[in-house]
């Protein structure tokens, strides 16, 4: 699809009888209007979400012909870390946030009623592991995931029921991972009513703590840094630091990239603890840190305070050493 333009892009998301084509302009289609948008946001201008785009989501939405598995990935578009790549220059992730939230909001807000009848239409009254079902699950919760950027109380409402009432981990942490977007009381009764139920199940734990970290509530490294003292959480087990700290670095970057170096300097004193008895994943952790060279001068000079003072500390683990020393 190299050199297709917007309007044939438009046409065959819209159109297209093969599937992964539909998809492929979808992705090629979002990667070029975030760029457009980043640029447009960093330079303080209004931004706005054309109309042929929504149209050709809308397709997506209502094409009951469809496979639910391809048009719930069809929906999805760039994370911010792939956004941050795909970027010429260099990038901020507080406008790359700003950009695709944008995005994912003026298209629920646009097609709310369509999203709305995907969630009824595909929810089931008891679990199946058939392939029917998890497609159904996929769309189903593709759709709640939108509808849960609007932040409305009956979205809140719904999801809160969905959640108490959800016989399947795939509906229960989809809604608890749309319901940690929120600020609001039904979270924090989310959260520790899905502790409370899986509290005796590191695995589930693992989930809990990563769904948590991955929030992109603005202030949420003080929720990380709270959840490292947390019973669940274990410096010493190496699933739970890529749970919860790994989760938080990759999964929600406009929070480590806090533009005040909090997130940078949790990640730092993580990886100095861990290095003591685990170089290998203090190694793994610290490598969050080697692509400072692509983001704006001002998270480089963070970024690389914290790299300088991993490499300052005595007794610093040859691993460490190694990869530190090399990206700096």
Known sequence: MEGWSEDELLFLLGNDSDEFNRWEAGQRLSKTLIASLVEKCAQGEELELGEKYITAMRSVVCDANLDKSFAAAALSIPSENEIAELLPGLADPAVINTVRSFIRKSLAAALQPELETVVQANSEAKYSNEYASRAKRSLKNAALG???????????????????????????????????????????????????????????????????????????????????????????????????????????????????????????????????????VASRMVGFFTRWKKYEEGRQTLMKEQLKRILDTKGLSENTFEIVSKSI
């Open 146 to 280: 939108y509808l849960a950027t609007l932040k409305t109380p009956a979205v809140v409402t719904e999801l809160t029921a969905r959640f108490r009432a959800a016989d399947n981990m795939t509906d229960q942490t989809a809604c608890l991972a749309a319901l940690v977007e929120m600020d609001c009381p039904e979270r924090l009764e989310a959260v520790e009513a899905f502790y409370q139920q899986w509290k005796d199940d590191p695995l589930v734990m693992n989930k809990w703590l990563g769904l948590q970290a991955m929030s992109n509530l603005q202030g949420n490294v003080a929720t990380v840094q709270s959840l490292l003292q947390h019973p669940a959480f274990d410096i010493k087990n190496p699933n739970k630091v890529y749970s919860l700290v790994g989760g938080f670095c990759n999964g929600s970057p406009v929070n480590f990239h806090a533009s005040d170096g909090s997130g940078y300097k949790l990640l730092g004193d993580v990886v100095l603890q861990v290095d003591q008895f685990n170089p290998q």
